[in-house]
């Protein structure tokens, strides 16, 4: 399956004032404006009538940083949208406004008609309000305001909620598009990632599945009797994130503490058998962090973690500031579960070191457990948030999704994000160009196992970030490796050769 994505209708705001000038001398030009994330009939019979009334339809539509309708809309990218709407044979032209308001767009068209919905003419209503200054635009010029007929409403918004389209390769394709990427670019920057030396700080965590089957319960208390007839034990934690980056180069680090028990004993084991290179120290009486969730029947009974969270001491400390002084790697990672190597004395030492400035820093905390914040993390070239710690980090609740995230980026002062929203994909940004969103839905074909899906994000996208300094083509990367990771049993690091295969796969669609 092929899509276009270009239209000699779509036209830069830029080019409004002088394009429509010279039309104007000869056709009565009718604007409208709005957000159309998805066109529907109610859209239709609106610029239908708008048709009947001017001869040349101009539709502007809302910029994506500026939607608010909803915590994660829009749901189609303005370029997208655009494009649905130059497919229609009654609009003759479509502007992308960069603006939250049409008010310059407006005076730069100087339409003879500016056409809006009935239901903003009602008296008393807040959509009324919003048409006056459009009105006194318009009538300054000598054009007139107009209400098209409000005979069949359909809420773009309910289409959403109740019926979500998919257009998971629409948007990827748009992507693709705007970067002149082929699936076969992407294969080739993950080949051409062996040679990258990486360095990762963080917690090891040993994460325990155990599988049960409940005996009974205890008749004097809520007790419920498990007996445990299976158990599991993963590489989690940063050591996870150093297994996938291993999958991509074979010069991995790993700096971490484990403690002198079976679970550091299985760590180091995992380690070895990885081939990543580790520098691993002890406290007294810190035992390696274990998260062990027991599972009946699929479903998580409960989850008992075996921690020390107590600051990690100034002489193991002083230690990885050594270390990270002789670093030579060409990246370095903060993989922070709050687990004591990161507090607010470790980091200030270590985020005080010189030679940190010259790398390519990447931010990963975790608050899935502890308090973490992504703040502590800043001036980095890139961090990778969840949707969850990104609003714990700037105490927002409600704001949307877009806005959001512009925030964080501000506030980081990160030249890059890439924010993730968990079963809908990622939302991407760059200190560079701010107003440009990255939006990508996942590719999971059939969901096993989510958990560690963020870390072979973490390590596919940051890897091709610095490879290619292409924040598109790195999250689509990463999207597709945690993708994969969600096809797979256990937090275990992702071959290369299933995320090829995936590739394989979506490209095979677009043929």
């Not at 829009?74 to 497919?87: D, G, H, I, S, Y």
């Not at 394709?173 to 670019?185: A, I, P, S």
């Not at 990672?333 to 030492?349: A, E, Q, T």
């Not at 790398?359 to 961090?383: C, E, T």
Request: proline letters at 3%; hydrophobic letters at 40%.
């Amino acid at each position: 399956m092929e899509f276009n994505f270009k239209s000699k209708k779509i036209l830069g705001e830029n080019l409004a004032k002088n394009f429509f000038r010279k039309i104007k001398k000869q056709k009565k030009i009718i604007h409208c404006h709005g957000v159309f994330d998805l066109v529907h009939p109610g859209h239709l019979r609106h610029f239908l009538y708008c048709k009947s009334v001017g001869e040349i339809l101009v539709v502007s539509l809302t910029s994506d940083k500026f939607i608010k309708k909803g915590v994660y809309r829009p749901l189609v990218p303005e370029n997208l949208r655009a494009m649905n709407l130059a497919a229609l044979e009654m609009v003759d032209y479509v502007i992308i406004n960069k603006s939250s308001r049409p008010y310059k767009l407006i005076n730069d068209i100087k339409p003879n008609y500016f056409a809006k919905g009935l239901e903003y003419s009602l008296e008393g209503s807040e959509k009324k309000n919003l048409t006056y200054r459009e009105k006194s635009i318009v009538e300054k010029y000598g054009g007139k305001l107009i209400f098209t007929p409000g005979d069949f409403v359909k809420s773009s918004s309910q289409i959403i909620k109740n019926y979500p389209p998919d257009l998971k390769f629409e948007k990827l394709k748009l992507l693709m598009d705007t970067e002149k990427l082929k699936f076969t670019d992407l294969i080739n920057c993950i080949k051409k990632l062996k040679k990258l030396k990486v360095t990762i700080l963080g917690d090891i965590i040993i994460d325990t599945i155990s599988n049960c089957k409940v005996i009974g319960g205890l008749h004097k208390t809520p007790t419920l009797s498990v007996q445990i007839y299976d158990e599991k034990k993963y590489l989690g934690g940063a050591g996870v994130v150093a297994g996938h980056f291993r999958s991509l180069t074979n010069n991995v680090n790993l700096i971490s503490l484990i403690g002198n028990d079976k679970n550091g004993k299985f760590a180091k084991e995992q380690l070895n058998k990885l081939k990543i290179n580790h520098n691993l120290f002890y406290e007294n009486k810190r035992p390696t962090v274990n998260k062990n969730s027991l599972y009946a029947q699929n479903h998580k009974l409960i989850k008992i973690d075996t921690v020390n969270n107590s600051y990690i001491s100034d002489d193991t400390i002083d230690k990885i500031v050594q270390i990270l002084k002789q670093d030579k790697s060409d990246i370095i990672v903060f993989s922070d579960f709050r687990h004591g190597i990161f507090n607010s004395n470790s980091l200030k030492k270590i985020l005080s070191i010189k030679n940190l400035k010259k790398k390519f820093l990447v931010a990963d905390s975790q608050v899935a457990s502890r308090w973490g914040n992504i703040l502590d993390f800043k001036n980095f070239d890139l961090i990778t948030p969840t949707e969850n710690e990104a609003r714990l980090a700037l105490f927002e609740q409600d704001l949307g999704i877009r806005p959001l995230a512009t925030k964080l980026l501000k506030y980081s002062n990160s030249k890059n994000l890439i924010l993730k929203l968990g079963e809908r994909g990622l939302i991407a940004l760059s200190l560079k160009n701010k107003g440009d969103y990255i939006t990508i839905d996942p590719f999971v074909k059939n969901l096993v196992d989510s958990n560690g899906a963020g870390d072979a994000l973490l390590a596919y996208s940051s890897a091709s970030l610095y490879k290619t300094g292409s924040l598109i083509k790195s999250s689509i990367i990463g999207t597709l490796a945690a993708s994969c990771k969600c096809e797979i049993e256990g937090n275990i690091p992702l071959s290369i050769t299933l995320l090829e295969k995936k590739i394989n796969e979506i490209s095979n669609f677009f043929k």
